[in-house]
């Protein structure tokens, strides 16, 4: 395993079992089995680790995204659903630890360059959908992730009936 991925895993160990606030940089590079300075090469904060962690999950939804021959909005927030679902237990870590936060702005980041050639209207827009997508989540994960991304993917695909899937482009 590589040390970034080392450190990333520690920190997730370590939240599981401490508050956030209350995790060192020496706790995690311990775990991890790594330097201070190689924890220092590859992130500034503990938050970077949770981004970079949620960076890694959104690579892995648009990779499935993209594999995806019908993308109705169905399909494409289920395919977030799903992939967000396979990392159940980091996202319910970060949810606790009140980390939940970087979800947005990763999404925010993420889909940045949908914002490159647009008009006000439509940046207004894609900030609405993002934000939806994120309260979406957090009310998934404040409902234990317990309903079927099936089921969800229904329910978003008729709450966004009437807007244009800029994301989606």
């Known amino acids: ?12 160990e370590l939240m599981k079992t401490h508050e956030f ?9 311990g775990l991890a089995e790594v330097n201070r300075s190689t924890y220092y090469r590859n992130f500034k904060s503990k938050e970077d680790i949770i981004k970079y962690k949620l960076e890694s999950i959104m690579d892995e939804y648009l990779k499935e995204f ?6 109705t909005k169905e399909i494409y927030i289920r395919t977030i659903l799903e992939t967000f679902l396979k990392h159940e237990e980091f996202l319910k870590i970060i949810h606790k630890q009140n980390q939940s936060y970087i979800l947005q702005k990763v999404l925010v980041n993420y889909f940045g360059d949908v914002l490159k050639d647009t008009s006000k209207k439509e940046r207004y827009q894609v900030y609405y959908h993002i934000g939806g997508i994120y309260n979406f989540t957090i009310c998934w994960i404040e409902n234990d992730m317990k309903d079927r991304p099936e089921y969800l993917a229904k329910i978003g695909a008729e709450i966004t009936s009437n807007i244009e899937p800029y994301l989606l482009k």
């Open 21 to 29: 606030e209350e995790i060192t940089v020496k706790d995690i590079s």
């Open 66 to 71: 993209e594999s995806k021959t019908d993308k």
């Open 1 to 12: 395993m590589k040390s970034k991925d080392k450190i990333v895993q520690s920190l997730i």
